[in-house]
């Protein structure tokens, strides 16, 4: 079955170079439950422009994502986050977790050889609705103790999550390269009952 999943380089999301043609991506907003976590990664740099930074700010730079590509099938997210954020998400875990909404908005650059150029190659116009996954009774939802050693500063710690869609289409841009773009639903809309 066909799936989106990339491994994604944290290096090169922090420090990116333009000779360099490895795949990046980032978490732009994400709220679990009652949480928003804070966009606090201010000055990383957009492939496209790799002179500008980015113009939405970073919540986490993705280290792996995963979808199987089918309107029901879970998302998952690695990705680095700031010392703050982690303090903030390790306080709730600890606690009772009741909302299990969430709230969120990413994108993913690659590489296209042909065109020479990146380019965003899953990414989303309007934030996405989902739900906390559940494995058994615990949610799918971790932050490391230890900060991560692939980029020492900022220090950062990495959160693991997956997201099922609420009971709404929505919809995902994806491409295969420069240009060559394509829609994906994700989500279900379920009617209201009479």
Excluded at 6 to 15: E, K, P, S
Excluded at 56 to 76: C, F, I, P, Q, S
Aim: hydrophobic share 35%.
């Amino acid at each position: 079955m066909p799936q989106f999943a990339r491994a994604l380089d944290v290096y090169q999301g922090y420090n990116f170079k333009k000779d360099k043609q490895s795949s990046v991506g980032y978490i732009t907003q994400l709220k679990l439950g009652d949480i928003t976590l804070t966009a606090d990664q201010e000055t990383i740099k957009d492939p496209e422009q790799p002179d500008k930074a980015l113009t939405d700010k970073v919540v986490g730079v993705l280290n792996h994502y995963m979808w199987e590509l089918g309107t029901t099938d879970a998302m998952y997210f690695s990705a680095q986050i700031s010392t703050a954020n982690k303090q903030i998400l390790a306080a709730a875990l600890t606690g009772t977790w009741a909302n299990t909404e969430v709230v969120f908005k990413y994108v993913i650059y690659e590489y296209d050889p042909l065109q020479k150029k990146y380019y965003k190659s899953n990414f989303i116009d309007a934030e996405l609705k989902g739900i906390l996954e559940k494995n058994g009774d615990d949610l799918n939802l971790s932050v490391a103790d230890d900060p991560s050693a692939e980029v020492q500063s900022p220090k950062n710690f990495t959160l693991q999550v997956g997201i099922k869609p609420q009971t709404q289409s929505q919809t995902i841009n994806m491409a295969t390269g420069s240009g060559k773009n394509l829609v994906k639903e994700w989500g279900v809309t379920e009617s209201a009952a009479a």
